[in-house]
């Protein structure tokens, strides 16, 4: 009994360290935005599955798909933010969950494209459709708004307020081409990976002669001014709350 009460004081002992942790840990997840992101995503799952136990038909399926890629660039941005925090000298670690981010990165606002899907589809009234594509391409823009708000700080930390801009401005435009490249060209963001000539054939086609690809300038203009406005309210919303990557 005396033994069994010196292993219980000794598991405790190893427990008060984590439990002194996790105030930090959750003001680092707050300040990622997880939880407000984490009921959103439940929400969205909700509306999906009862749309299916509904209708008995898997329409839509691939709104869940491209929502778990949405969170692919937010968890490369907390992997980023939490490095930094263990090692805020080696800035050149922070390079490996960088770059998968900025690669995924266009998987979160891609989701606002699968409104080209919306069609009557009975017996689930049409409203019903446009609030489940909403509340999905909702959650995936404010992933992508909460891991570039995220990115943006870490940049600011090692190099200065203009140049985070700057590389806002950067990881916005080449977002927006990356969902040209994925709605019209049927590109993933893997395929960097996989085939990378012929992503960057189909890339370096328009870039080159812009005119004649009035789609690819007209999208790619349109949608970063569109992820750029909502970039900017988040960024006047949270304007007096410190990021603490």
Known sequence: MIQWGLQTEKAQDRMRPMLRKLPDLNRFLSNQFLYPLLVSSLLAGAFFAFRVAYSGRWYYDNLPWNLFLAWVPYFCSVWAAAWYRLFPQRWWILL???????????????????????????????????????IFAWTGCFLAIASLRTMQSLVRRRANGFVSWIFVAIALGLSAIGVYLGRFERWNS???????????????VPLMSPWNNPRFVGFSLMFTLLLLAIYLMFVSVTRGRELDP
């Open 96 to 134: 490996l969950p960088g770059v998968l981010w900025l690669v995924f990165f266009p998987n979160a606002p891609y989701i606002v494209t699968d409104f080209y899907h919306l069609e009557k589809r009975p017996p689930i009234p049409l409203w019903y459709d446009i609030g489940l594509i909403t």
């Open 190 to 204: 893997w395929d960097l990976f996989l085939h990378p000539d012929k992503v960057l054939r189909d890339l370096a």
